[in-house]
């Protein structure tokens, strides 16, 4: 054949296949697993090397442990600013804790003659003891929360009202956290909540004869109802305890004194002094032995004044400076 009129592909002196045949997938598979067996030898190998080598026994015998060091040292120190914090915001001294009152735009700040006097749209002039400011008034006026316990209304009122306004009033006022109840016969107190809400008013008002310091007590009660369904389970009294510096032991003590028969005397009092002053709602607040608001159904109800803390702070104050008045009048002669 002329060379000129040869094909350039080559010739099949047979005629190809119909079909490939398929590859053996279990033997692909086989191989695989082969393969990943020994990268996983050769990786293991490489840093059982590594680890015996100079750098792998530095990183190995000092490294890694100065790092779990670090580590443990790092989470015992936010464990620990933890709890200080804790402690300083609910145990310590109010007058080191002294925001302003919610809604209030304090436009300038005056100290003169022991008094801060704060000047705010809501009021012309307001006299407020400072941080670390002593109560000179030889009479403290009476501010007094009436609640259950179990009640969500105590609750609320707390929270919303007199704890905000104590943080800036602690110093002026005398307070009393009392009790609503019935009384039946000479001995029987009955609560609308049923047994459990007595035994938690009885918790409280322990809590109050032990730790008399309303910074601590109001704080220990706040704690309880903010879990009031919960009240009074042993480990919620333990837990609010223990975040207010008391000693659980201490409380339980007090609960058991005279089988009982002291704190239940107590809780009597108590629920006595309330009907006296016929107070019937959970939460009623008094100033100077007035009812001044009541919070019952979810609704701040005959609080001609507000409810707002910045109001209560305004009642006490005016109550004071009545008090001071008074107090110079009779000192003429």
Known sequence: MDPEKQSFLPQHTTSPPDRISSPDLKALGAASEKAERAAKAARNAYETAWLRSPRGWWVRRI??????LCAIAMLINVLFLS???????????????????PGAHNDSVRVADGTVELFSQYEEV???SGPGVPDTTSEKVHLEAHIMSKCPDARDCLRDLVLPAMQNISASVSFTLSYIG???GDEDVVCKHGPQECLGNMIELCAAQRYPDPKIYLGFTMCLSNSYDRIPKEDLV??????????FDEVNKCMSEDDGEQVIGLLRDSVEHSEEVGVKKSCTVRVEDKIWCVRDGGKWN?????????????AIMKAKKRRQ?????????
């Open 182 to 184: 019935k009384t039946e």
């Open 238 to 247: 333990k837990s609010c305890a223990l975040e207010y510096g008391m000693s």
């Open 126 to 128: 307001v006299l407020m």
């Open 83 to 101: 709890f200080c914090t804790g402690r300083a915001l609910y145990s310590g001294d109010w007058s080191d804790f002294n925001p302003p009152l």
């Open 63 to 68: 490294a890694y442990p100065i790092l779990y």
């Open 302 to 314: 005959d609080c001609p004044d507000g409810h707002e803390p910045k109001d209560l702070v305004q």
């Open 325 to 333: 008045e008074e107090s110079s009048s009779s000192e003429l002669p």
